[in-house]
Each structure stands twice: as C-alpha cells, then as structure tokens.
C-alpha cells in the first residue's frame, strides 16, 4: 500500500511516500480500506513538531472514512462504510495518510450513506467537534447570540450552519475583508473583522456582550473574548488557529469577567454518540446542511495539500482521496 510516512518533523517536503505492507490486525483492531481523509490543523502542528507525545516515524492522520477489510473478531462484516478519528491515531499508532489502516474497533462508527467519498471525508472530525463544542460544552440555546471567532475556518463555516439550524444569531469573525461575503452566504448574521479587539465591535450590537463564544484562534484572544460575553454566558475554546496554547501569568480574577463561563471541547475527551453522526449524514444526504469543501487532492499530492492548509486561503474542509 501507499503510505505517507513522516520520519522527522518540519516542513511539509519531509512527508515520505512509500509503498508498505498492508498491516496485519491484533486483538480488537480492524483492517480498514482507507477512502479519504480530512487534513487537521493538529496535523499540522505534529508535522512541525510541536505534539510532544509524538515519536517519528509516524503516518500522521487522525480521521478517516472507508470500508473494513478484515475484522478477526467478525463484530464488523467486510465491506461496512466506517469512519474513525481521535483515540490516538496518527499520533499513538499509525493514522489515516494511507490506503489501509489498522485501527482499534472503539474509534469505529458504522455509517450508512449515498454520498461520495469525497464529503464523507470532510465529516468525521469536523462534525464532532462541531456538534461537540455547540451543544456538550456550550448548551446552546434557539435564541440566543453567539460569536464564532475564526468563521472561515472549517469548523467556524460548520459551526455557523449549525447553529443558524438551531435558531441562534450568528456573529462570525474573519481578518480579511475580502471573506465577507463567503461568511454572509454560509448564514452570517454579522460579519466582524477580527483585529484582536472585538469587544467594542460586538458590543455596538450587543451592549451586554454575547450569549455564547466558540473561540478558534486560541489564548492570543481567549481574553478579548470573555469580554465579549453577557454575565452567565460561555466561551467554549475549541481551536488554536494563532497556535499559541498557554496564558502566560494567568490570574484568574483579571483573566474572567465576573459570572462569564469558560470552558473547552477536545474530541479526543468526548464523543459524539454514533446515532447523532448518522443523522448528521441524513442532514447532509437531505441537503438541509451543505459541506464547505474547499479542495481535494490525490494521496501523493499530500505535501501540497499541507502547504496549501498552511496558506489559509481555505475556506472550509480540505479532503484528501487515496483512490483514482
Ligand atoms: N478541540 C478539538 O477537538 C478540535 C478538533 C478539530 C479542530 N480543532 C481546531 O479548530 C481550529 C479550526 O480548525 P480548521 O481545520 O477548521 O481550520 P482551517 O479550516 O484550516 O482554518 C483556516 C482559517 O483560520 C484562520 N487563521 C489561520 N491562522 C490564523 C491566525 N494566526 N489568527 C487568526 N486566524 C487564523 C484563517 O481565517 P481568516 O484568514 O479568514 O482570518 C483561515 O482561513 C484549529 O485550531 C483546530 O486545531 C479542534
């Protein structure tokens, strides 16, 4: 099989392209024929070297949808559509930049659908943390307001027609002019640019601040954040786009405006229950959720596919296929 191995972390020219033996499934583990996959910005961040858990070399990949091939135990038959994600792979075990993958039967949810490989790529990850930071950790609510901090990106487009489906108003940040539109035809109520201060900006239309904040950019405006949020209200930070992790000198009592809820949504922590996954497939089978798929690329394109995430000229889910 074709398999992208990384044997040292940096630049995305370090990806390796080899042909491997198809591994062999242990005790509880299923060979799965991989399809296509969606590319993480964690990825990203381990290709740079910055997952110290990491040991190279590794198949980086931490999600994908395929087809079993092998499941010794026979709980999944060959041939059953799965998606799997988290629980360690492409970071503990080899992941998903690969035409097979072994993987353990606990990360496996078993789909049914008519769509093509090519959206079914861009769900896994994307629609559990989505669904996981909106409703888990946020407990959104129809009616209320939320701010969604890093809009364009993947999971902020997602987030935004989710939330809109679920009745709430919808302030969505970008730092470009020239996405505005693309934000206001995703469902934007309001379109912000984001220059680091939105306090101000969201106040002007929200003079208590909002009820709820999905932050994707990370600690570099987590505080700008909470100061944007109503008393009682949430920020749940999801992302880290400026990938900066840590508060330096966190002091609680300056850090967090009196009353405002903090709060985070890692998938690799919490799943999103299988029922919900498959209706979520329905939802976008029926046409009432529509994917932002920004690019594809071929497996051997993989090296270009990480530049190009690296570029942020995305504006939604690059997916990659390991077929014709
Ligand atoms: N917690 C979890 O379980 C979980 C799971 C999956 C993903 N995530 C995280 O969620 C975030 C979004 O992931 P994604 O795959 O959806 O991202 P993505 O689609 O690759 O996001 C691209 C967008 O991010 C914005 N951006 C990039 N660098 C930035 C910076 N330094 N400051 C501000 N904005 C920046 C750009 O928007 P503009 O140019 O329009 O400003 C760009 O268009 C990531 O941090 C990812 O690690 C978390």
């Known amino acids: 099989m074709k398999a992208a191995v990384l044997y ?3 630049g995305p020219e370090n990806f390796a392209l080899e042909d491997k033996p198809i591994p062999t499934p242990g005790a509880e583990q299923v060979l799965v024929k991989v399809k296509a996959f969606g590319l993480n910005r964690s990825e990203l961040m381990t290709r740079k070297g910055l997952s110290p858990s990491v040991r190279f070399p590794r198949v980086l990949g931490i999600e994908c949808v395929g087809e079993v091939v092998l499941d010794p135990t026979g709980k999944f038959k060959p041939g059953q559509k799965v998606a799997a994600f988290m629980g360690g792979m492409g970071r503990d075990f080899d992941g998903s930049y690969a035409e097979f993958a072994v993987l353990p039967q606990s990360i496996l949810y078993p789909f ?3 769509l093509s490989w090519k959206l079914l790529g861009a769900i896994p990850e994307m629609f559990q943390t989505v669904y996981g930071s909106l409703h888990l950790a946020l407990k959104t609510e129809p009616g209320e307001s939320i701010l969604i901090r890093g809009g364009t990106s993947s ?12 009745g709430l108003t919808v302030l969505a940040t970008t730092r470009k002019p020239e996405k505005i539109e693309l934000l ?6 309001h379109v912000l640019i984001d220059d680091g201060n939105l306090e101000g900006k969201v106040k002007a239309i929200y003079p208590e601040g909002v009820h709820k904040v999905l932050e994707l950019i990370g600690t570099s405006t987590l505080n700008d954040s909470l100061r944007c949020t109503a008393p009682g209200g949430t920020v749940c930070m999801t992302g880290m786009l400026s990938e900066q992790w840590s508060v330096a000198d966190f002091t609680p009592m300056e850090y967090i405006p009196a009353t405002v809820h903090l709060t985070i949504y890692d998938s690799g922590q919490i799943r999103v229950d299988g029922q919900s996954f498959q209706q979520f497939i329905r939802d976008v089978e029926a046409g009432t959720i529509k994917l932002s798929i920004n690019k594809t ?20 889910k690059i997916v990659i296929l390991t077929g014709d």
Do not use: V
């Open 8 to 10: 040292h972390p940096g």
């Open 112 to 114: 049914e659908s008519h």
């Open 155 to 166: 999971i902020g487009m997602l987030a935004t027609q989710l939330a809109k489906k679920s």
């Open 184 to 189: 206001k035809g995703n469902g934007a109520d």
């Open 297 to 316: 690329f071929p497996i051997i394109e993989i090296a270009a596919a990480h530049q190009f995430m690296e570029s942020n000229s995305a504006g939604g």
